[in-house]
């Protein structure tokens, strides 16, 4: 198992910053790959941003992608936001995928963030 415990969130005006934590605990090394996704009321969950355990190879949804940064630092992961904008406003969710044939994606509770213009 893998738990995972963000924190970070919060209320900020449009430009401003937030950094996102994921702290993460137990069988990490069944992991092959952490991100973050996000979720707006009455929308789907996205995906935001995903970097993987061994080359450290990102991606970024396009909406964000110049704005924000994913990094991991041993068994923590980050969501660095910069220039924030009311349609960032979403609890964002960190997950977990391990190696195939490890188990299912694990998830963490989420946090709210929240840009006001």
């Known amino acids: 198992q893998v738990q995972l415990v963000e924190s970070g969130g919060g209320d900020v005006q449009a430009g401003g910053s937030l950094r996102l934590s994921c702290a993460a605990s137990?069988?990490?090394?069944?992991?092959?790959?952490m991100g973050w996704y996000r979720q707006a009321p009455g929308s789907q969950r996205e995906l935001v941003a995903t970097?993987?355990?061994?080359?450290?190879s990102t991606n970024y949804v396009d909406s964000v992608k110049g704005r924000f940064t994913i990094s991991r630092d041993k068994n923590t992961l980050y969501l660095q936001m910069n220039s924030l904008k009311p349609e960032d406003t979403a609890v964002y969710y960190c997950?977990?995928?391990?190696?195939?044939?490890?188990?299912?994606?694990?998830w963490g509770q989420g946090t709210q963030v929240t840009v006001s213009l």
């Open positions: 970097i993987t355990s061994g080359t450290g």
């Open positions: 997950y977990a995928d391990p190696y195939v044939g490890l188990g299912s994606a694990y």
């Open positions: 137990g069988r990490i090394f069944t992991i092959n790959a």
